[in-house]
T-cell receptor
Framework: EPEVTQTPSHQVTQMGQEVILRCVPI?????FYWYRQILGQKVEFLVS????????KSEIFDDQFSVERPDGSNFTLKIRSTKLEDSAMYFC???????????FGQGTRLTVV | GQSLEQPSEVTAVEGAIVQINCTYQ??????LSWYQQHDGGAPTFLSY????GLEETGRFSSFLSRSDSYGYLLLQELQMKDSASYFC??????????FGSGTKLNVKP
């Protein structure tokens, strides 16, 4: 069964460093998403991506964040200068065009120290 | 803007029935979906309602009233493995899934 894969599963980084979180969405999906979940809290929308551009982004997705689809399979989230409060689980998801289900990866736990 | 209300926590015993309510306010509403998330895991899709009424999938059912901006997830014959967080997620503005704070369900023996 097709699935969304994310790497790494856990990333530890020092404050101020840049991190890149990687995702491989399901191959025939056209919408891609990044969500963030701080421990014990809700799943927060960061950004959606369609047709090689950002479709929508939240207030959380400021200039420190960027997304890219560098090739036909990967979808990345970059945080330029990490802050302690960026520590969270980051989920990538994908869906079909007009889909009613978002398929989530297993997440990358980012710890900023 | 978007807003969602769900109870933060619900406790029930094995074999019981529990209903998790969700009220939402969102522009460009398409339908309401529900996701389950076990501790440390990813959200997984449970159900979707596009139209008013009840959708049944095994032990789980989901209801939607568009006029009331309200829905619920009904879990029957509760099992210990149902202990998880449950998120209602309105779909709006085409392919946009918005998640609330979730309801933590504790199932006790």
């Amino acid at each position: 069964e097709p699935e969304v894969t994310q790497t790494p599963s856990h990333q530890v980084t020092q404050m101020g460093q840049e991190v890149i979180l990687r995702c491989v969405p399901i191959s025939n999906h056209l919408y891609f998403y990044w969500y963030r979940q701080i421990l014990g809290q809700k799943v927060e929308f960061l950004v959606s991506f369609y047709n090689n551009e950002i479709s929508e982004k939240s207030e959380i997705f400021d200039d420190q964040f960027s997304v890219e689809r560098p090739d036909g399979s990967n979808f990345t989230l970059k945080i330029r200068s990490t802050k302690l409060e960026d520590s969270a689980m980051y989920f990538c998801a994908s869906s079909r065009l007009g889909g009613t289900e978002a398929f989530f990866g297993q997440g990358t736990r980012l710890t900023v120290v | 803007g978007q807003s969602l209300e769900q109870p933060s926590e619900v406790t029930a015993v094995e074999g019981a029935i529990v209903q998790i309510n969700c009220t939402y306010q969102t522009s460009g509403f398409y339908g309401l979906s529900w996701y389950q998330q076990h501790d440390g895991g990813a959200p997984t899709f449970l159900s979707y309602n596009a139209l008013d009424g009840l959708e049944e999938t095994g032990r789980f059912s989901s209801f939607l009233s568009r006029s009331d901006s309200y829905g619920y997830l009904l879990l029957q014959e509760l099992q210990m493995k149902d202990s998880a967080s449950y998120f209602c997620a309105p779909i709006h503005n085409f392919n946009k899934f918005y998640f609330g704070s979730g309801t933590k369900l504790n199932v006790k023996p």
